[in-house]
Structure formats: C-alpha cells, structure tokens
Nanobody, 123 residues
Framework: QVQLVESGGGLVQAGDSLRLSCAAS????????MGWFRQAPGKEREFVTA????????YYADSVKGRFTISRDNAKNTVYLQMNSLKPEDTAVYYC????????????????WGQGTQVTVSS
C-alpha cells in the first residue's frame, strides 16, 4: 500500500489560487491512479478529480471543471492540484487518494488516503 502526505493548504481569499501537493512513498507510484477528494464541514467527502497512471488523462467533478487542474510527476512520486479562481464553497479538507485500478474516470476504488490538508477560502 502506498503512503500519501498532502501539503500546500492554507487560508486564501476568493479568486486566489493555491497548489496542493501529495507526496507518495514507495517505488510503484506510477502504477497508481491518483485522485483528490474534499470534505467540507458537515458534508460527506466528495470526489474532485483523478488522473491516470501515465498522467495524460484526467477527470473532474463539474464543480471544479475549468478551475482546477490535476497533474503528476512520476519521477518525483508526487501529484498536484492547482486550484484557481477559488470560491468560498471550495473550503474543505482536501485528501489525496490512490487506487491500483485503471479507471481514472470513476471515483470508486480508492483505497489509500492521506491525512488531508485544510483549504479555507474567505469571501
């Protein structure tokens, strides 16, 4: 199983940008489909985006499409989430996740999770 550590969260204003990083342990990072999820206070965790193992195919929730970009650097065992035009409703704890399946366009099957990083967007 892969270990994941997120970083890059913080407090920003609406309209600002933020980049989250997720560092993975192990030598098999490139074999995992990677994703980002988020959980706002009082709400269930929701899927944000995912990227395939090679990094050339991505999938986004409608709520972030056009504003967020997922990418990965397999040489650095890291996946990123670039968040632009942030809105107060983007406030949540953001989690990095990994799955060994190849379906990047499905939020199902993620079995490894990071501890989360807080993103707060003020209006």
């Amino acid at each position: 199983q892969v270990q994941l550590v997120e970083s890059g969260g913080g407090l920003v204003q609406a309209g600002d940008s933020l980049r989250l990083s997720c560092a993975a342990s192990g030598r098999t990072f490139s074999s995992y489909t990677m994703g980002w999820f988020r959980q706002a206070p009082g709400k269930e965790r929701e899927f944000v985006t995912a990227i395939n193992r090679g990094g050339f195919s991505t999938y986004y929730a409608d709520s972030v499409k056009g504003r967020f970009t997922i990418s990965r650097d397999n040489a650095k065992n890291t996946v990123y989430l670039q968040m632009n035009s942030l809105k107060p409703e983007d406030t949540a704890v953001y989690y990095c996740a990994a799955k060994s399946g190849v379906l990047y366009n499905s939020p199902v099957g993620f079995g490894s999770w990071g501890q989360g990083t807080q993103v707060t967007v003020s209006s």
